[in-house]
């Protein structure tokens, strides 16, 4: 699973020319992964400043580029939007009349009922739209960040609205499979729960505490930074994801993420009660409950 091919073997899925519109961490990682099994002959690349452009040729993963939209589609069998999904509607509209017919266009946004409206309402007919969510990623950022093994054993998640061409579904998945991912289906909203806990409010969790740290006086702010343990340097690591990426994420997933906010602080209120009262058995009880989902991650080889 996601092994670099042959020159004498076929790809799992094949595409004539492929648009990515970004070219960030996941963008430039999927286009050595397109390079890597020769997935499709020419990868054009949209992105908005000729620095970022310059640097995805001399990288090798992009044969055209452009800081047009529009002109990054033209002639394009599959599109891929790889920027912050704030920025899904005004490149739809902008993309939509240039897009040819039989053309997929997919995603790889946190957030996916956002883009059933913002990306699906804008397409043209007989232009299929698959939504997809890559769950990889590292802190880092830009072109130069991308590696083909990102997305080695990883889950991605399809969320295709009711109607879609199944045909049009599978070629996204395989493209997801050729890239080494565990490929699942789910609706558009139960995907923003889900990801509501497991990613949006651990990475609001994490821009909070590093933000009061960062608030401190600066004596213990140094020492913050000094003597800082594993966890912290965790939450650090988290806190300094891409800030316009998040923002849009926490915006287009406000219910959702609303909602397990308000389930969280009453569990800290929980917590708090019971530091305050000395309630040893309850906190032990707690944490040895909560030991079981990281054996689960472990085991899922998640970790």
Avoid at 95 to 112: E, F
Avoid at 153 to 169: E, F, I, N, Q, S
Wanted: net charge negative; glycine share 8%.
């Amino acid at each position: 699973m996601g092994r670099p091919m042959n020159q004498d073997e076929t790809p799992p899925v094949r595409f004539e020319r492929v648009a990515l519109i970004g070219i960030g961490l996941i963008g430039s990682s999927l286009a050595h992964v397109i390079r890597r099994d020769g997935i499709a002959p020419h990868i054009s690349v949209c992105a908005r400043t000729h620095k970022t452009l310059d640097t995805a040729r001399a990288l090798g993963i992009a044969d055209s580029t452009t800081t047009d939209p529009r002109a990054c589609v033209e002639g394009a069998d599959l599109v891929v939007l790889c920027t912050p999904i704030g920025t899904y509607a005004a490149i739809t509209r902008a993309i939509a009349p240039a897009l040819q017919r039989g053309a997929i266009v997919t995603d790889v946004g946190s957030a996916k009922v956002c883009t059933l409206t913002d990306v699906g309402d804008n397409l043209p007919e007989g232009v299929a739209f698959v939504p997809g969510h890559p769950i990889a990623g590292t802190e880092y950022s830009g072109p130069e960040s991308g590696f083909a093994e990102l997305f080695q054993g990883r889950y991605c998640l399809l969320t295709p609205p009711p109607g879609t061409d199944p045909v049009a579904v599978e070629r996204i998945a395989a493209l997801w499979r050729a890239a080494g991912m565990i490929v699942e289906m789910m609706p558009a909203a139960h995907h923003d729960r889900v990801l509501a806990i497991t990613s949006h409010l651990p990475h609001l969790i994490a821009y909070t505490i590093v933000g009061t740290a960062t608030d401190l006086a600066e004596e213990a702010r140094s020492e913050v930074i000094k003597f800082s343990a594993g966890g912290f340097r965790d939450f650090t690591r988290i806190a300094s994801s891409d800030p316009v990426m998040w923002r849009d994420i926490f915006l287009n997933n406000r219910e959702a993420v609303l909602e397990m906010l308000a389930r969280f602080n009453e569990d800290l209120m929980a917590l708090q009660r019971a530091i305050r009262w000395g309630e040893g058995d309850v906190l032990e009880d707690k944490f040895a409950r909560t030991r079981a989902i990281r054996r689960g991650i472990v085991e899922a080889k998640q970790a």
